[in-house]
């Protein structure tokens, strides 16, 4: 068997890893310690982010992080070569922050600071330009503090030419040891991950949980290139795509993954400045494909000749690990996965599920601040997923409904329902984020009309009954010749509600609702309260059809006979004239 | 058998007038009388009484026989007494009777003739035919003139030949002698009742008479029955009170009873035997010895009692003071005693008859509330109501809406009244109780405030602002919960006993803290108590002043300090221990017993609320298939018919109506538009009918569908109208019902008449009754339940009732459409009272309409009390409602 051409840059990175273990950590000039008792500073100062080491190449304009920094000081005076964005390792920020007893020890802030570095550098190698040093301004490194932290307080200290990743950890030393949080906050899609935290017993193990947690925070980037060839599915690039990490865990991409979709769009004639940045909520990526195998021509499977399943496999030399696929999902039309133009950038974020559940809150389109309660949503895991698969949830007093993480489906289907009518249909990956807020439209007049017209079909159900009744007793008067209960079934049925009764409580149902409907200018919901009403009154003019109130009168009269009584003077009703 | 030969002797110097018989017109005969010998077979051969003899005997009296105590009844029941006219002899046994018809006037009749003779002998006639009147009248005077049994011929014989004459009440009263000596008690006394008809208050029957009871008494003392002995004894006193054999008699019943009842202790009876001897005889040796004895007794205790108040111990003071009443009633100096050492710890004695123990009916039960309030002091607690509820807090001097209601100040009391038994809290105090409740995490989690409140902030000690998310309609009503602490390993025992009570009062609430676990670190524990419970047994529970009142005061300003419920097992029981002054109170009285109070000397007192009665269905049960059979179980109930004749037992019905609502109908959330479901049998038929129709068309859909996919998988064609027409699915039918029903005999009363009803529209249905102990019975084992319940504010309470259920949990609206659960949901964001009554009026006629619960009556409260109980409000909000402020006098 060949061995793959990847085995040599494999001993390599070995080799590297061996290096990198040196006992003897470098100081991080850019971190210096500080002494115990110094001023927190609850946001970053305005030289926070100045990086410590030069700023890697740039790219030219139209893919991420393409703009060299204005801040950032340009070492070299001639432009440097365009790297593409899958060979192009992430510019990374580590700040480490410590709270407890831990700040009053320089030596052992030192020591984490540096094992965390090499930590870093052992999981990512060269996928990872990274920054490690403690935190200037990120004090108390507490959790409180990193869950309290938002977009506003970073976007500006933190633009994307000073970096391109900034993970924040807190190191909090407390009686029951370390408790050690982490946050990534990324500066091209300005926004903050959920934070994760562990707790160590030990300072020697403080070091491996923040390599762990900035791992599982680290969210990689893509940039969707282009549709597949059948446009079924959608292909991106993966920042650092070939640079693959050393550690196995700290792959970019892994099966079952779920993209988060952002728009940004490039002011035309500054192309280093974001004109718009827009987060696609609900609207997912899922991963399909990725480390494609290509052939030895750079023919790709798809375009291979057919093979037997029996006859030996073709020659593979090369994994593609740059090249993503997955597949849209979302509730609607998204302006994702098309051309977009020249100043568009489409990107998808990788998340790992940071819990095992998350909390969806639906409030109303028009009132965020009114969560809708006790709304219907049935669960798929696809679109077309048997109704076996059908999980029901209702949403409680806040609005939320909690989603669990199903490993085989790591995304769904949402089916929200406001009675009779499908209010959103909407998919979701649970556990990637927390928390999200679905808007759904307000329902509650064609809601409220859709329970008076119950009661209105109580009603007529009410009158079918005795109608029924009193048939059957006037049957049975008749047959036994009493003529006294044949009477008085008879007026019992005449005083049942007649056609127009029910005809004027169906106006009183709808001309207050559509009134509701314009007053807030609601159109759907005054074309299905329209719908309803219609459906309702074809039920009632099929009830009171007068094919059937004739036989009905029919009827009695051949009964009237049969009690011996005279017949009535007129019992069938006219036929109405056929409408136009 | 009394059939004997009368014999008239003609050898006696006797002779017939004419030797005729005298005629009935003439009036009397006047004349030696001829004595006719007659045989009078009287009851068993009259004819022989037409037997002619010339000559016969008359009977000695010796020989005679005194008549059977039947034989006389039934003379007496035919009209046909007779008298026995005994005639003299020389020698007394030769005495002979002659059995006549009764002789007029009696008794006493030849004293009575006598006197007139010698009336008519003095007078002076006027004339000569007033004379000769007066002749013949003293002629007959002479006679005594008497008929035979059937024979109306007059017969007179000379008065100087008649030894005595022996009437029929005579006769009656010598076999009464006879029955008395055998015990006879019943005959006896028949006889001597047809006496007394007869000659009433004769002399000769009144001796009889006592002598019956003086033997009745006897017998029935021997034989146990002690109190009916003493009742004829005191009969016996008042027919005759020189009675000289009552006095020992009366001693030798009572005074075995007396030592027997005060070994017993009991002093109460005791007292009673000795003042009923005392009320006949004052000086009787045994009132003198036995009351000396309890006087003394008591006299010692109260000096116990006295050196305890002095040691501050006030309830075993007050204890022993109630004791020593208890054993001889106190006076002078004493009483005084007496009273300051009861008015220093007073107890509340209150009777329980209800179902004692943990039941297993699925719902709260709307009588354990009262022992919820005993417990805890809420920050609000309703203090009066009308259309509305109104609230007050032993909390909150003030609390002021700022930003539209947004936000809101209170400001806590800093100081606390005297007979207030909960302590102060700061404002970080209460701040952590909100925070319990608006915890995800916490058991106390409250969904509903968390919805409301968005910020508790302390500002001061004794302030605190509420910042609101969306502005509640009401902020009492939504604050209404205890002040809570989380529980550290420091609880004190009085804490953890409150928790425990608390729990107990609410075991349909799992969200409190679970007695098997009072002291769980992370756990919540209420420390806004009132009352602490301090003992409990199946007999009785015992709840005191969580913070006792200050010494010092005068005896007057002290209020309840101890509330001892007692549980009686039979209400007559619980009923006759307040008549008699064992318990203060009855918590709820029954319809039928409201009036009998009101006419009593009693406080009765109405609750402010009525007791609404309804039926819920259990949310997550799949036997409710749908709102036809909802309506048909509604409309099959007599309302009207059970209320009167079940429930009030009063066809006015004046303490209860049908109701539409589960609240009560003057609520300002009632419909006036809405009526209480009519009684429809025929449609409920129709529409059970139509419920079980629907379930048979979803079988045959299912069917169908089922056919559909075999004919598809078998590449065959399907007809799915044939195949619904030649699929018969009678197999279908409504599920069994399964009906609980609340611990309460009126309530399972009423639920079995329901049944009735339902049974009668074909439904099936199992009544469960929850008088047994064991868990609340769990969703999958009831369908519907019978519930008692006082909504005092329905825009917050009609969800749990209508989910059973007071966590909230969106899971458990299943059983409703939509547009009903958002209707729900509405309620709680009312933006304003007006808002609040549309969206309730709404609300009434969906859940009237649906019948998503069977509203059944509402029947009008009362508590009685005795009149030593004062500082009541004058319309009860609960069973205890400002309890803290009740003074009982001695």
Known sequence: MKLPWTLPLILLVVLAHATAQDPAPTPNPAAPAQPAGTPAAATPPADAAK?????????????????????????????????????????????????????????????????????????????????????????????????????????????????EKLLLISVENGQAGYTVSCREYDTRIEELSPSLSRSVFTSQGVAHAACELGRDCFRPILLYSSPTIDKAELEFVLQAGNLLPPDPSAAQIAKGDVLRTFLRQMDRKNPGKVKILQRLDLCYIQVTDFNRILGTAGVSQDDAPVTLPEAPEPSTSFTDTARVRGLLLSHGPVPFGGKGGRNLQQIAVRQRPMAQSSRVKLVLRDRPDRPLVCIRVDQVPKRDSPPEQRVRHLTDRSGELALSVDPANPTCWLYAYSGSTLLARIPYAPGVMPKETVKLPDDSIRLGVEGDLYLLRDELVDMVAEKAVYMSIAKKASAAGDKAAFE?????????????????????????????????????????????????????????????????????QKLRQAAGLPPAASAAPQTPAPTP | MFCTRFLFNLSLSLSRSGGLPCSPRRGTAVGVLALVAALINCLCNPAAADEKVTRTELPKLTELPIPEAEALLRADADDKEFDWVIIKAANEADRRVAVVNPIFPRPDTLAKQDAEYKKLEASRPQNAKERETRAARLKSLKKLIFTLPGDLTEYAVPVEQVDQIMYFEDLMLLRVDKLLEINDFRTAYELLLRVETEIPGWDKSTPRFERLLMVEAAERAQAGEIYAALAMLDEVFQRNSKNP????????????????????????????????????????????????????????LLEQATSEFAARKFASAAERARRAELVWPTEGNSRAAYTQYFARHQILRVGINEFNGQSIHPAPLESRERLKELVQASLFEPSSADELTYFRSGFFEIWDPADLGREVLFTLRETRPAWQSQQLFTAAAVADAIGHRIDPQNPLYDTRLASFVSE?????????????????????????????????????????????????????????????APSAPSQPVVVSTRFVQTAANAQESRWVRAIPEPDGFDAGKYHIAEIQERHFADRANMIQAFIRGDIDCIPHLLPWEIESFKASSHQ??????????????NPLSDRITNAQMRRALSFAVNRDGILRSTILRDPEARHGRPTSAAWHLASYATEPRQKPPAFNLRLAYALRFAAESQLKIAELTKLTEAARAQATKDKINFDSEVFRKNTKVDYIKLPRLRFVVEPDPLSTAAAERIVTYWQKIGFEVDVIKSDREGQPLADTEWDLCYRQLRMEEPLLELWPVLTNDPTLDMKRLQLFPDWMRQELVGLDYAASFVDAQEKLFRIHNHIAAQAFLIPLWEVDDYAVFRKNVSGLPPKLMSTYHNVERWIIRP
């Open chain 2, 245 to 300: 054999e009552l006095p020992d008699r009366m001693g030798a019943i009572v005074g075995p009873m007396i030592d027997a009842a005060a070994a017993a202790e009991d002093f109460r009876k005791t007292r009673y035997l000795i003042g009923r001897i005392q009320k006949l005889f004052p000086q009787h040796p045994l009132v003198q010895a036995t009351s000396s004895r309890l006087l003394q007794s008591s006299t010692t």
């Open chain 1, 488 to 556: 008085n079934a008879v007026t019992s049925i005449d005083a049942l509600p007649a056609k127009q009764q029910f005809g004027d409580r169906l106006d009183a149902i709808r001309s207050p609702a559509l009134q509701k409907a314009d007053a807030i200018r609601n159109a759907t919901a005054k074309r299905r309260i329209e719908s309803l009403i219609t459906k309702m009154r074809e039920s009632v003019d099929k009830f009171f059809a007068a094919e059937k109130r004739v036989k009905e009168a029919d009827e009695l």
């Open chain 2, 604 to 617: 009765v007192l109405p609750y402010a609320l009525p007791m609404t009665h309804i039926i819920v269905f």
């Open chain 1, 51 to 163: 990086p410590s080491s030069p700023a890697p190449q740039q790219t030219p304009a139209g893919t991420p992080g393409s703009v060299p920094p204005t801040t950032a000081p340009v070492t070299a005076a001639t432009p440097d070569p365009v790297v593409p964005l899958q060979d192009r390792p992430y510019r990374v920020t580590v700040e480490v922050a410590f709270s407890g007893s831990v700040p009053t020890h320089p030596h052992l802030r030192k020591t984490l600071v540096n094992q965390i570095r090499a930590g870093f550098k052992r999981m990512y190698g060269s996928m990872w330009d990274a920054n490690v040093h403690e935190s200037a301004w990120f004090r108390p490194g507490t959790q409180l503090h990193l869950e309290r932290l938002t977009e506003n307080d970073l976007r500006t200290a933190w633009p994307e030419t000073a970096t």
């Open chain 2, 456 to 516: 508790v902030a302390v500002r001061s000690p004794s302030q605190l602002r509420i910042r609101f998310s969306r502005v509640p309609l009401s902020i009492e009503s939504l604050l209404r919960f205890p002040v809570t602490r989380t529980a550290r390993n420091d609880v004190p025992p009085a804490d953890a006993a409150t928790d425990a009570a608390a729990t107990q009062t609410s075991p349909a609430t799992p969200n409190t803290a679970s007695p098997d």
